[in-house]
């Protein structure tokens, strides 16, 4: 088998990688197939930190908002912990632990517009692996609910807590907006 035997795909792969191609090991693997499967991994892992080191330069201004608004977003409901997105890293992270698009830029640029925000549903036994990603208004409104590969929520599960959720965001952010416009009434008339 010389190298123009093998498909084309995996010898580009392998040369964009970094693949020494003069080894006959690199260039002529026992099992093809097993070979390709595992350059496509290594490319996808390197896109996908890729992706964080680029959302990584964008933390700060997340960071900054999501320290203004983390109360109003943070709650546990049943047997379940609600939080709030609090960087464009982890934004990135959520999308690729559940495969969907939360990580694409649009979330952040939401988020930061103060038009919607995006909020961790996790498991209380279970906080810090991804089970669904909601994206809430400051009204209480639940734009999205998305699961692992953009899969709806089992509502007959989690429906009445994504219900709460939206009505007790909506509820702090009136209490909290009641509570501002009291703070500038009182320092107007001072």
């Known amino acids: 088998v010389c190298s123009s035997d093998l498909p084309p795909d995996y010898i580009r792969m392998a040369s964009n990688l970094g693949y020494d191609l ?3 090991f690199v260039r002529y693997p026992r099992n093809l197939e097993e070979a390709h499967d595992a350059a496509i991994e290594v490319r996808e892992e390197r896109r996908e930190a890729e992706k964080l080191k680029k959302a990584a ?3 700060k201004s997340v960071r900054l908002k999501m320290k203004k608004v983390k109360k109003k977003m943070t709650m546990e409901i049943g047997n379940y912990v609600v939080r709030p997105a609090m960087s464009n890293t982890e934004l990135v ?3 690729q632990q559940l495969h969907h698009c939360v990580g694409n830029g649009i979330y952040r640029d939401r988020i930061l517009d103060g038009t919607s925000y995006i909020l961790f549903l996790r498991r209380k036994d279970e906080p810090e692996k991804a089970y669904y990603t909601l994206e ?3 009204s209480g409104k639940v734009r999205q609910a998305f699961g692992i590969r953009d899969s709806k929520p089992d509502w007959g599960v989690v429906g009445p807590v994504v219900k709460q959720i939206g009505k007790e965001v909506g509820r702090r ?3 909290s907006s009641k509570k501002k416009k009291n703070v500038t009434s009182a320092e107007t008339v001072a």
Do not use: F, I
């Open 173 to 175: 952010w009136k209490a």
């Open 22 to 24: 003069s080894d006959d």
């Open 136 to 138: 809430v208004e400051p």
């Open 57 to 59: 330069e964008k933390d």
């Open 93 to 95: 992270r959520e999308g």
